[in-house]
C-alpha cells in the first residue's frame, strides 16, 4: 500500500467543510484505508496560485444556484486528504466521495457544496 491523496476544489463554509470531511471519513471506514491527514488549503505548494484562482467557477456556480442566498462565510478552499491505501480502494472511495457529494444524478439540480475532484 501507498500514500494517496484525494483533492477537492470547494466552495462551501465551516458547517459544509465538515459535511464533506465526514463523507470521505465514511468512505475510507468502509474499506482497507487508512487517513493519514487532512488539510484545507488556501494556496498551492510552489504556486503563485491560490484556491480563488483554480476553482472560482464553483462560487460562480453557487450564485447561480442560490440566487437569493448570501455567501456568508462561503470560501473557495481546497481539501487535501493523504490516506494509505492500494490503488483499487483509493479509486472506489474517490467514487463512492463524488457520488455522495451530488447522489441527485444527471438531472439539473444544486449541489449543497459545489465542488471539483482535482
Known sequence: ???????FGLYT??????WVKKL?????????ARIISETVAQTFPGSEL?????????????AVEHPAQSRGSRQLMELRVHLVCSLRTWRAIRKTVIKTLCPEGMAPHACRVPWMAA
Open 50 to 62: 491560490s484556491t480563488d484562482d483554480v476553482y472560482d467557477s464553483l462560487a460562480e456556480q453557487w
Open 1 to 7: 500500500m501507498r500514500t494517496r491523496d484525494l483533492r
Open 24 to 32: 470521505v471519513e465514511d468512505a475510507v471506514g468502509s474499506r482497507s
Open 13 to 18: 463554509d465551516e458547517q459544509g467543510l465538515a
